[in-house]
């Protein structure tokens, strides 16, 4: 699998070049097709991957000996929506049998942000922000993906809670997979439940399937507005921004004489 996902980097570079180009000549259409190609890569280069992450998935004794930042990775993968550092720290801790301080993510970002400036796309992936869906300036205290699609790390009204609602899936279904009870991974579960109604079947307790099917069922009210705006504002931002305001966003300048 590795090989595999080293193939597809060296494609992803080459087609990232290819976009930098007909973003340079003004060819739109080029430029648009290409990065259809390049989302699609990024989706087999995070498949490609899947075996490693649930080689990592499971719970080891003695703590992770990653580096913080592919520690943070795994955690946002098994997510696969932006989260804070809090929740970030409770998901590998719980999940992945880690240690994690949240308080050593809080430069993370910037520090991202930072080696992408200096080598744009050096790195297979790095660790961004969300975007609000507004003026995509980065939203405060959310990592994500970079592999992951803009529709993935925009951040609109109902965006949250459809995130929220997501995670609890994926935490549902990676605790269904256990094949023992993990008690930090059942109180990790318990807190997302006890914030969706009919998920909990009592209290401090919650069984996986039943908070998948409440989850869902929530889903299915505000999923759809909010897939429309994400994918309008992702639209735009593909249309506004460079690579780098695509990945961590613009800063809001104040305009003199004004007090905005």
């Not at 914030?195 to 908070?211: E, F, L, R, T």
């Amino acid at each position: 699998m590795a090989g595999d996902a080293e193939e597809i980097e060296r494609e992803l570079a080459a087609l990232r070049a290819q976009v930098r180009q007909a973003r340079a000549a003004g060819d739109r259409p080029r430029e648009r097709a290409l990065r259809a190609q390049q989302r699609a890569l990024e989706t087999a280069w995070e498949e490609s991957l899947a075996p490693e992450t649930a080689a990592v998935a499971a719970p080891r004794e003695g703590g992770s000996l990653l580096p913080l930042r592919e520690q943070v990775h795994g955690a946002l993968t098994l997510l696969a929506v932006p989260a804070a550092p809090k929740l970030i720290a409770q998901v590998y801790n719980a999940c992945f049998s880690g240690d994690i301080d949240s308080a050593k993510l809080t430069s993370l970002r910037r520090d991202e942000e930072r080696s992408f400036r200096m080598n744009a796309f050096a790195r297979p992936y790095y660790l961004c922000a969300a975007l609000a869906a507004d003026r995509f300036s980065p939203v405060r205290g959310l990592l994500a993906i970079s592999t992951w699609p803009l529709e993935q790390r925009v951040i609109g009204a109902l965006s949250p809670r459809v995130d929220f609602l997501r995670a609890a899936v994926r935490i549902a279904e990676h605790v269904d997979r256990l094949p023992d009870t993990d008690r930090a991974a059942a109180r990790l579960l318990w807190l997302f439940a006890e914030n969706i109604p009919g998920a909990a079947d009592g209290v401090g307790s919650a069984k996986p399937q039943v908070v998948i099917r409440a989850a869902e069922n929530e889903l299915a009210t505000h999923e759809p507005v909010d897939r429309s705006h994400r994918e309008a504002a992702a639209a735009r931002a593909r249309a506004q921004l460079d690579d780098a305001g695509q990945l961590f966003g613009v800063s809001l300048k104040a305009v003199p004489r004004t007090g905005t």
